[in-house]
């Protein structure tokens, strides 16, 4: 597939395993750098060099806790630093806590959005001046919970000023989830390569 995104820089959040990975494989595939963070040096590492040899692209790990607006800023500078710019931004990390409403605390809802709605908004927010700085940039959000930052991060770029593009899409992959096996997330992947060009 030649979807156009060859040359292009991405950054994958929760790109060391699950969909984060196979997004970034999908993106590699299509001949974009891709820069992938997650809190695991260990398992970062790995991923990034098991995509490199896998898909030839340059795959850069960047370790960082979302729920830290300084890690985020480092993350999202080391990413552009390594790359010279930043063209696509996949909103991907974590996972909000599964079980019966009963069953959870104030506690884990506050951690979720911690990483789930704030992690989110941090990363459009460092993200933002690099893509304007360029004159454009996409944006992929996964799952519900951030759709208020999509929001404000499409008004945001498209308030600047004519000569800056940007783009924000919303997926919410439930049914991608309860099916969730190899051929699943591939096709997972594909589909986000497919709208990251469009
Ligand atoms: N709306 C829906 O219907 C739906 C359905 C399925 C999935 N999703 C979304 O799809 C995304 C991926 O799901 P998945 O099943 O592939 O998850 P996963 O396999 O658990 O992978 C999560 C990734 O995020 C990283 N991560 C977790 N906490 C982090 C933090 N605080 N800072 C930085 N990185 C962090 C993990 O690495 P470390 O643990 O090393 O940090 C890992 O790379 C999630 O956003 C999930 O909510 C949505």
Redesign the pocket.
């Known amino acids: 597939m030649d979807l156009g995104l060859k040359g292009q820089v991405a950054l994958v959040?929760?790109?060391?395993?699950?969909?984060?990975?196979?997004v970034a494989r999908g993106l590699a595939q299509e001949g974009v750098r891709v820069a992938?963070?997650?809190?695991?040096k260990a398992?970062?590492e790995e991923?990034a060099q098991e995509l490199a040899k896998a898909t030839g692209s340059e795959v850069f790990g960047v370790?960082?806790?979302?729920?830290r607006p300084d890690?985020v800023q480092r993350i999202v500078d080391a990413a552009a630093s390594r790359f010279g710019r930043i063209d696509v931004l996949v909103?991907?990390?974590?996972?909000?806590p599964g079980g019966e409403i009963l069953d959870l605390t104030e506690e884990d809802w506050q951690k979720a959005l911690?990483?789930?709605f704030m992690?989110y908004v941090r990363c459009i927010k460092a993200v933002i001046p690099h893509m304007l700085r360029q004159g454009g940039g996409r944006q992929r959000r996964?799952?519900?919970?951030a759709r208020r930052a999509q929001h404000s991060a499409r008004t945001d770029l498209h308030a600047r000023g004519s000569r800056e593009r940007g783009r924000v899409r919303g997926?919410?992959?439930?049914?991608?989830?309860?099916r969730?096996d190899h051929h699943a997330?591939r096709r997972a992947a594909e589909g986000i390569a497919r709208l990251t060009a469009a």
């Open positions: 959040t929760g790109g060391s395993k699950g969909i984060g990975k196979a992938i963070c997650a809190r695991s398992s970062l991923a370790a960082g806790d979302l729920t890690d909103n991907n990390a974590g996972a909000a911690q990483l789930k992690g996964r799952g519900p919970e997926l919410a992959p439930r049914e991608l989830h309860e969730c997330r």
